[in-house]
């Protein structure tokens, strides 16, 4: 989880945030290559006077900033040290996290949701998986919302987990597909519609990556909806039919453009992430 400036994992630290600023080397906004066994180091990151923090209970002695825990306790650790337990000093804190002041308003009106006991669950999904161009032998979606994406959308990025030259996915790769405008008319805020029935399994908001999305459990295959312009309008556990509108096209999180980012992994084999496009196709031809 790296973002284009080289902010890592869950609480989007660079490099050098997390491991201290007087480790050699790195640019300006604080992003360095380094080796993640140093970068993880409790010991380095005690000399090199950074906020990363081994979050875990017990202690397993790495700072990890992909590990949830670890993420978490350090964004406490540099926000304290920003000010955050001072009267008044958390937006100062905040504010020295991410220099924008939309940003603060938006950290503290989440706060303040959590406060008040109105937040909206978000479920983690698990990390992993390999991948597979091909598509289960017993699917089951909506024909129509099928074809509405094969026909409306174009798909802009395909499925290449291995790694694409675009310009923006890069080794990384892609394990979806881009669905994208296919002439000059703009799909900012068009309909985004469950192609499956289901369990709503989690729901992102705001997340660095996939901005608002959804993720929806139809038996061992999981749906993803991702960069929709607007929060989702449905919560984690809630049951979707086939062709229940579920958001809109956006452009949040990661995106150069609207579009949406559709993913499907088989969680009986680990969690493979698999091509959507010829489960769309296979369903487009025979499902419900």
């Known amino acids: 989880m790296v973002s284009p400036v080289g902010a890592t994992g869950h609480m989007q630290f660079m490099p050098l945030t997390w491991i201290g600023w007087s480790y050699p080397g790195g640019n300006r906004l604080g992003n360095a290559s380094i080796p993640k066994s140093i970068l993880t180091n409790p010991v380095n990151i005690a000399r090199y006077g950074g906020y990363g923090v081994d979050g875990d209970n017990p202690a397993d002695g790495i700072a990890d900033p992909d590990d949830l825990e670890d993420a978490i306790f350090s964004a406490a650790n540099y926000l304290a040290a920003s000010g955050a337990t001072k009267p008044s000093g958390i937006r100062k804190a905040v504010y020295s996290y991410n220099h924008a002041n939309w940003y603060v308003e938006k950290v503290l009106s989440k706060a303040a949701l959590y406060v008040s006991g109105n937040a909206v ?168």
């Not at 990390?127 to 024909?143: L, R, T, V």
């Not at 405008?181 to 799909?187: Q, V």
């Open 121 to 288: 669950e978000v479920s983690v999904t698990p990390a992993g998986g390999g991948s597979s161009g091909g598509a289960p032998g017993n699917i089951s979606g909506s024909a129509s919302v099928a074809k509405y994406y094969l026909n409306t959308f174009r798909i802009s990025t395909p499925f290449a987990p291995g790694g694409i030259n675009d310009g923006v996915h890069g080794a990384r790769g892609h394990r979806g597909i881009d669905l994208a405008r296919k002439g000059s008319k703009s799909i900012l805020g068009m309909p985004i519609y469950s192609v499956t029935d289901g369990v709503v399994e989690a729901v992102l908001i705001h997340n660095p990556e996939a901005g608002n999305g959804v993720r929806v459990r139809s038996g061992n295959l999981q749906y993803s909806y991702i960069h929709m312009q607007n929060p989702p309008p449905v919560r984690v556990g809630q049951q979707i039919k086939a062709g229940q509108q579920i958001g809109q096209i956006g452009s949040t999180g990661f995106s150069t453009g609207p579009h949406l980012d559709f993913k499907v992994r088989d969680y009986s084999s680990g969690g493979t992430f698999l091509n959507p496009e010829p489960i769309l196709r296979k369903m487009a031809a025979g499902g419900k």
